[in-house]
């Protein structure tokens, strides 16, 4: 079950591709945050998607939202498709405990050992202020993010 609307969402701790902690805390009180997970680095639909939000960074940054990207691949993995695809905002791994930040916030699929493609936009006071969540055959439209954010 994922967090629902109007909560504070859960603080977690993971590396990003380059092996630097971020915390969700870290953002609070500075700006919203929008976390995406994703099932597998390098597949297609997920190369699609955050390819979609690499093109389209300045729909989040203008209204100073930063895009963070978690999946369960491990941390080396995610530099190598970061710097394939250069992706010019973090990419977590969520590899070890494996999925633990991916169950919390209810999107982990253990039958597949991956997370799910889930979206949670979070304010700079660390409230969830949206989210969707969608099986992994099934892109994200780049039109949500862009009415969520509007919606701040």
């Known amino acids: 079950m994922t967090i629902e609307i109007g909560t504070t969402a859960p603080d977690f701790e993971l590396k990003d591709q380059h092996g630097q902690t971020v915390r969700l805390s870290d953002f609070r009180d500075r700006q919203p945050v929008v976390l995406v997970f994703f099932p597998f680095a390098f597949s297609g639909i997920c190369t699609g998607e955050l390819c979609e939000i690499r093109d389209n960074l300045k729909i989040f940054t203008t209204d100073g939202v930063q895009v963070v990207g978690i999946s369960c691949d491990p941390m080396f993995t995610l530099r190598a498709f970061a710097e394939t695809e250069g992706y010019e905002f973090p990419l977590l791994s969520d590899f070890w405990p494996h999925g633990?930040?991916?169950?919390?916030?209810?999107?982990?699929?253990?039958e597949g050992g991956r997370a799910e493609r889930g979206t949670f936009l979070i304010d700079k006071e660390g409230v969830l202020r949206w989210s969707v969540v969608n099986p992994a055959g099934q892109a994200r439209p780049l039109a949500a993010y862009e009415e969520a954010i509007a919606a701040l």
Do not use: K, L, R
Not at 100 to 110: E, H, L, P, Q
């Open 100 to 110: 633990a930040v991916s169950s919390t916030f209810g999107v982990f699929n253990s």
